[in-house]
């Protein structure tokens, strides 16, 4: 079964720069979707931006569009998530998590990441 590692949280500054990545070990994660989701303290868990099997196709909520984007190389078998302008707002653990399609609900993901925490500063 597929496990995953998140990696690159740390405490930053608004308008900073950061990326993470979520590295894969096992069999078939090329013929996976990922999607990272973050959960604030006090808040539920949130929809932060997903890619397809090949990297081919990318999804992202509104919150994050034309801040973050998601990538993949499978041949690494990780998925990136780079995050530009950073706000307050965005500090949350972020987690990564495999499934068969892409999706926004976190159900839809079998398998997750332990999670990184990203904080953001003013």
């Known amino acids: 079964q597929v496990q995953l590692v998140e990696s690159g949280g740390t405490l930053v500054q608004a308008g900073d720069s950061l990326r993470l990545s979520c590295t894969a070990s096992g069999p078939s994660f090329s013929t996976y979707a990922v999607g990272w989701f973050r959960q604030a303290p006090g808040k539920e868990r949130e929809f932060v931006a997903t890619?397809?099997?090949?990297?081919?196709?990318?999804y992202y909520a509104d919150s994050v569009k034309g801040r973050f984007t998601i990538s993949r190389d499978n041949t690494k078998n990780t998925v990136y998530l780079q995050m530009n302008s950073l706000k307050p707002e965005d500090t949350a653990v972020y987690s990564c998590?495999?499934?068969?399609?892409?999706?926004?609900?976190?159900?839809?993901?079998?398998?997750w990441g332990q999670g990184t925490q990203v904080t953001v500063s003013s």
């Open positions: 890619i397809n099997s090949d990297g081919g196709q990318t």
């Open positions: 998590a495999a499934g068969v399609v892409m999706s926004i609900i976190y159900r839809r993901y079998f398998t």
